[in-house]
């Protein structure tokens, strides 16, 4: 008889984790969406409408033999997932990698692919009719978003502000170096060590002009804002304490097998684990095929012995539109820099779209 894999959450990691097992095991997938969602490509979803759908990859494509249950999951212990729905997964082994959310546009804010796009192509109408935008955040999601809009709109005036004092605190100087000659290159205007007095008085994704006072006595004029700080993990299911405690940031203490400590049959991956390392696709896809690995030596009766170890540095790929970018990537001489062609060639020309059909089957 078949052993059954819940897998909680069809992000990054968890769908990873799905389609590997799936041959292996009665794999099933709870997700409340419709698809797997390469947020990576969100924000040039945003700016180039017509290029949307390429970051849906439907579960029914996904997952040609285990089973998707379209529900969130309210409850989990050793032995399954209680679903909101009030249903129970009985489960031999339990996945969890139900990653974070972001604000909009970073992430959708619907479980469905028709809905996703539709808000998408709404905020791109408001964003075209802005001369001026404010990007809240210099962190990676900020400035990728203001790469994507200056490439479609080169004319349009783009701010990023935030309080913290550096760009990329924790990357090698060079890349910090490069990163702001070409935001300068392209006309972004980045101010560091500002933060406002109060938030813009229009909502989020709206074009309506508004002025804002910074924390320094400044004014910043704008037709539109996005927010591009926060992040908050999925976890609010595991608050009943049935299966573990989380950490003060919501996160799950795992094991370097990546198991949920104290459970030899449930595993997590991605930014639910408390691993010390920068919350990142690439990260979780890494965990995926060390739980891979650690689960199907267990259904053949073998004792899992795949670890995780994070990298002593921080990595990122930061595409600015299609061209542009910087990056760190790990070597065996330590982090390497390497040039916005490259960055290009790996992530900014397609945002991973080609990998993800590869793995995962036809997009939307």
Do not use: C
Request: avoid cysteine; charge should be negative; proline fraction near 7%.
């Amino acid at each position: 008889m078949n052993r059954t894999v819940a897998i909680v959450g069809g992000g990054y990691g968890g769908a990873a984790v799905a389609k590997a097992l799936e041959p292996e095991a009665d794999v099933i997938l709870i997700d409340p969406r419709d698809a797997f969602v390469n947020a990576a490509a969100s924000l040039r979803a945003l700016t180039q409408p017509d290029w949307a759908s390429n970051m849906f990859y439907p579960f029914e494509t996904l997952l040609s033999q285990g089973k998707v249950i379209r529900d969130r999951a309210a409850s989990v212990n050793p032995s399954g997932v209680t679903l909101a729905s009030g249903e129970h997964v009985a489960a031999d082994y339990v996945v969890l990698a139900t990653g974070s959310s972001y604000a909009y546009p970073a992430k959708p804010t619907s479980d469905s692919i028709d809905e996703a796009l539709d808000d998408l192509r709404q905020t791109h109408k408001e964003l075209r009719q802005a001369d001026k935008v404010l990007i809240l955040g210099a962190g990676p999601v900020g400035l990728e978003l203001a790469g994507e809009i200056k490439e479609v709109w080169p004319d349009k005036h783009v701010t990023i502000a935030d309080p913290a004092e550096q760009l990329l605190p924790g990357f090698k100087p060079e890349v910090v170096e490069d990163l702001r000659g070409q935001l300068d290159a392209v006309g972004v205007e980045v101010r560091l060590g500002t933060g406002l007095v109060a938030p813009p008085s229009t909502k989020a994704g709206l074009v309506d002009a508004f002025t804002v006072t910074t924390t320094d006595g400044d004014e910043i004029s704008a037709d539109i804002w996005f927010r591009a700080y926060g992040v908050s993990t999925n976890s609010d299911y595991l608050g009943d304490g049935k299966l573990t405690t989380r950490t003060p940031e919501g996160r799950v203490p795992v094991t370097e097998f990546l198991n949920v400590k104290g459970h030899d049959h449930v595993y997590a991956v991605g930014d639910i684990t408390d691993v010390a390392e920068t919350k990142m696709a690439a990260f979780a896809m890494q965990h995926a095929e060390v739980v891979v690995k650690n689960i199907t030596a267990q259904l053949n009766g073998e004792r899992p012995t795949a670890t995780y170890q994070p990298l002593p540095f921080p990595m990122i790929l930061l595409p600015l539109g299609s061209n542009g970018g910087v990056g760190q990537l790990p070597s065996p001489d330590g982090p390497f820099v390497p040039p916005a062609a490259t960055v290009a060639e790996y992530k900014g020309t397609d945002l991973f779209t080609g990998r993800f059909v590869e793995q995962f089957g036809p997009t939307a």
